[in-house]
């Protein structure tokens, strides 16, 4: 069964602090990966998009990593900040045609 | 350039009522989809549309209806309201299909049945 597992579930970090979510997949076959960010009270954003390739991407303080032989990807946060305090979603699409299979979430606190 | 609208923000329903939500984008996109979101469930596809006049059910569609009224607008309707669909609904849409696009997400629905 295709699933997308997240960890930790929620998180909680003082301002400044670096901090690394989990996403584990069993997608297959596998077409790309991608980390939304949720803000409370609004619909997901996306952050950055990962396909088959490609092993790093960064955008801003956010660095992504994937590993498709072990089908696990992580999100890294640098310096964090108050504005960072949201959940992160990791979602994994098939190949085309296919569902996007959504994970259930980190959610990520930051506090002064 | 709105994105993707949805309407109302906020409903409180008694068991039994219905209603519909409606949700538009205006970036010419073919697909439309429907999620509900609940604590510790992350969210899950109701139904979604792969282009205009088409509709198809997603992982959880019982309780509901939808309609792709055109290119634009994409409802969803509950026909008679239960406890169980409390929840937080969200409208996105995407160029076509999915693979490498992104999802445009609404800011949200959020209905309470009584």
């Known amino acids: 069964k295709n699933q997308v597992e997240q960890s930790p579930q929620s998180l909680i970090i003082l301002e400044g602090k670096n901090c690394t979510l989990q996403?584990?997949?069993?997608?297959?076959?596998?077409?790309?990966l991608r980390w939304y960010k949720q803000d409370t009270g609004r619909g997901p954003v996306s952050l950055t998009i990962?396909?088959?390739?490609?092993n790093t991407k960064s955008n801003g303080r956010y660095t992504a990593t994937l590993d498709a032989d072990t089908k696990q990807s992580s999100l890294h946060i640098t310096a964090s900040q108050l504005s960072d305090s949201a959940s992160y979603i990791c979602?994994?699409?098939?190949?085309?045609?296919?569902?996007?299979?959504f994970g259930k979430g980190t959610t990520l606190s930051v506090s002064s | 350039n709105a994105g993707v609208t949805q309407t109302p923000k906020f409903q409180v329903l008694k068991t039994g009522q219905s209603m519909t939500l409606q949700c538009a984008q205006d970036?010419?996109?073919?697909?439309m989809y429907w999620y509900r979101q609940d604590p510790g469930m992350g969210l899950r596809l109701i139904y979604y549309?792969?282009?205009?006049?088409?509709?198809d059910k997603g992982e959880v569609p019982n309780g509901y209806n939808v309609s792709r009224l055109n290119k634009r607008e994409f409802s969803l309707r509950l026909e008679s309201a239960a406890p169980s669909q409390t929840s937080v609904y969200f409208c996105?849409?995407?160029?076509?299909?999915?693979?490498?696009?992104?999802?445009?997400f609404g800011a949200g629905s959020r209905l309470t049945v009584l």
């Open positions: 979602v994994v699409s098939g190949q085309a045609g296919t569902a996007l299979i």
């Open positions: 996403c584990n997949y069993t997608v297959s076959p596998f077409s790309n």
């Open positions: 990962m396909t088959f390739s490609e």
């Open positions: 970036m010419n996109h073919n697909s």
């Open positions: 549309s792969a282009s205009e006049g088409t509709t």
């Open positions: 996105a849409s995407i160029p076509h299909g999915s693979g490498a696009n992104v999802l445009t």
